[in-house]
């Protein structure tokens, strides 16, 4: 059975090579246009339900506030973005000051807790103490954050009446006061090579009718800039959006200009590949029109695609006795699975993307940690013979995790000296090749800045377009998981931003990515061990996984878009297939490629 999840619109993208010129048309840049209206996409109806713009906020600062029920009010009135936040801005004292513009703190409403700090320095002010669900930054990029915040807003007395002297930078909002005045959408941004999507949530200050032109303006901005060191995006600065993006029955159009020449046409095609991903996304879509300067842009046969849409992973491997297993983990009962016998005791295998060019067996594209002695690992390949052929120098590895188009990339338990085994380095190891034979290459340089500051890393694990990756780490009884992204600036590789994603009180055992902003968490809480289900583009990102009941205490989990969930636990690996948990091999710490 696959993750249940909400449904997003399917995007319709067809592969191809993005070098093939496109037909030229003068006066258009060599893009092509025509003046007959041609649907270039469709696609399902969001599932976002519209919202009422109906809201309660206070009319200003009431007359004998005391100072928690004025910081009550500014917090409520925060909520209405209209006019720069006018509304809150009648709260404060004359000269006072706030960045509005700073970013936003998504909290849990019963957390909210105000008191009066009489003796503060500087003068009064009130205490404002918060449990954070989501951090938005300055430029509408959001992901998870769980934790306490705790902010002072020092008060003063204006004629008699109390108002805020200077308010933090920043605002406070909860999760209904962004639905009734923000539109969450996903950008689709590029991979640095610009064969993918990637999936960039941001929140927008704007009414639902108002959406599709400020998405639109997001998205001709770049990648937010959280995403920015690990994304890009296809056409320069010199686009624009004419007027604003419509949408009628069903229908969104978006009218671009841009100077002729500005662009190639490989260039447009992974834009309008953009444009078309974000735009059909959007709530009450169905179809999106795209313009250039006026004129019908004529649709693509080469698109980019999103990298949970393409083909379902080839069949997952765990850890076997005797070596690695390969298994269906859509076929209930053990015994069809294949025992790949390996000389050496495996301590964690990865499946190998399987070339697009390859159309004969061979060795298994099977990437491995071998045990070499002492808490030694080193990073290898399963060769023909069963032979674990080195790829890399032995470390203190703790996890490993194939990062798309890079190699097997490794960490230590303590975060410190990540390193990359190249894919090329597999490619030879699988031809009777050795190490020694790269010796000419430059290495490629990983660093992961902040990583070893988060405790003992237990597990590390990429997304499927290799943008961003999420590690379990901290002390027994409280790991936490870290959500991070991966840059890739000349030859070098770096693992940054690392953010807190899951909350004190749930222990975090492992994590698989079960979609391009989604994963599934299998942890501790309350002294039970369960699944949950975490969102990057949801308000309410952690939730309880409705699965069936577990068949035994999970130690391992895997996931794949398109593909069951996969736990291992008493030396077997359990498919959630249908309503229920099967048994589908023998072995434990299961992975798809």
């Given amino acids: 059975m696959r993750v249940p999840k909400r449904r997003r619109p399917a995007t319709l993208l067809r592969a191809g090579s993005l070098t093939t010129a496109l037909a030229l048309v003068a006066g258009c840049g060599g893009l092509p246009v025509h003046e007959d209206v041609t649907v270039v996409r469709s696609v399902p109806p969001g599932i976002v339900q519209d919202t009422p713009e109906i809201r309660k906020l206070p009319a200003g600062p009431p007359p004998g506030a005391s100072p928690e029920e004025l910081v ?128 960039d949530p941001v929140l927008l200050p704007v009414s639902r009718t108002a959406v599709p032109a400020a998405t639109m303006r997001y998205l001709l901005r770049g990648p937010t800039r959280w995403l920015a060191p690990a994304a890009t995006t296809a056409l320069p600065a010199q686009v624009q959006l004419l007027g604003t993006a419509t949408l009628d029955a069903g229908t969104v159009t978006v009218d671009l200009s841009l100077p002729a020449g500005a662009v190639s046409s490989a260039a447009w095609a992974a834009y309008t590949s953009q444009v078309r991903a974000t735009m059909g996304a959007l709530p009450g879509v169905k179809d999106v029109r795209l313009l250039l300067s006026g004129r019908e842009v004529s649709e693509h046969h080469l698109q980019v695609p999103r990298a ?72 290898a390949q399963v060769g023909a013979n069963g032979s674990a052929e080195p790829v890399a120098p032995p470390g203190h590895y703790a996890a490993a995790t194939w990062l798309r188009s890079a190699g097997l990339l490794t960490v230590t338990a303590t975060g410190a000296e990540p390193l990359l085994a190249p894919q090329a380095a597999f490619e030879r190891a699988g031809s009777g090749g050795t190490p020694r034979e790269s010796a000419g290459e430059e290495p490629l340089k990983v660093t992961a800045p902040g990583l070893a500051d988060l405790g003992p890393v237990v597990a590390l694990v990429a997304s499927a377009d290799g943008a961003r990756v999420v590690a379990v780490a901290g002390p027994p009884g409280s790991r936490r998981l870290y959500l991070g992204r991966v840059a890739r600036p000349g030859n070098s590789i770096t693992l940054s931003g690392w953010t807190a994603v899951t909350a004190d009180g749930l222990d975090v055992a492992d994590a698989a990515w079960s979609g391009a902003l989604d994963l599934v968490v299998l942890g501790d809480s309350g002294g039970r061990r369960g699944l949950w289900r975490l969102s990057l583009d949801s308000l309410t990102p952690l939730t309880a996984l409705e699965a069936p009941a577990l068949p035994c205490v999970p130690t391992s989990i895997a996931a794949a878009p398109q593909r069951p969930i996969l736990i291992g636990c008493s030396g077997r690996i359990w498919s959630w297939h249908e309503a229920s948990w099967s048994a589908v091999a023998a072995g434990d710490l299961p992975a798809y490629s």
């Avoid at 393409?310 to 298994?327: E, I, K, L, T």
């Fill in 308 to 379: 949970d849409e393409q083909a379902p992973p080839s069949s997952p491997v765990a850890v076997a006795p005797g070596g690695v297993v390969r298994f269906d983990p859509t076929a209930p009962g053990t015994g069809g699975e294949d025992l790949v016998e390996v000389s050496g005791a495996v301590r964690q295998a990865v499946p190998m993307p399987t070339p697009a060019d390859e159309t004969s067996g061979g060795a298994p594209r099977i990437a491995v940690l071998m045990a070499v002695g002492g808490g030694v690992l080193t990073p």
């Fill in 72 to 199: 009550r009010g500014f917090l409520e009135a925060a909520a209405d973005p209209a006019d720069a936040h006018a509304l809150a801005r009648s709260f404060l004292a004359p000269g006072g000051s706030w960045q509005d513009g700073a970013g936003i703190t998504v909290y849990e409403p019963a957390s909210l807790k105000v008191s009066l700090v009489k003796n503060a320095p500087g003068g009064p002010a009130v205490a404002v103490a918060v449990q954070r669900r989501l951090q938005v930054d300055a430029d509408g990029g959001y992901r998870p954050a769980p934790g306490p915040v705790l902010l002072r807003y020092p008060v003063t007395a204006v004629g008699g009446q109390w108002r805020v002297r200077n308010a933090p930078p920043g605002i406070l909002l909860t999760p209904r006061d962004v639905e009734r005045s923000y539109g969450a959408v996903v950008l689709a941004d590029l991979t640095a090579d610009r064969t993918l999507l990637v999936p």
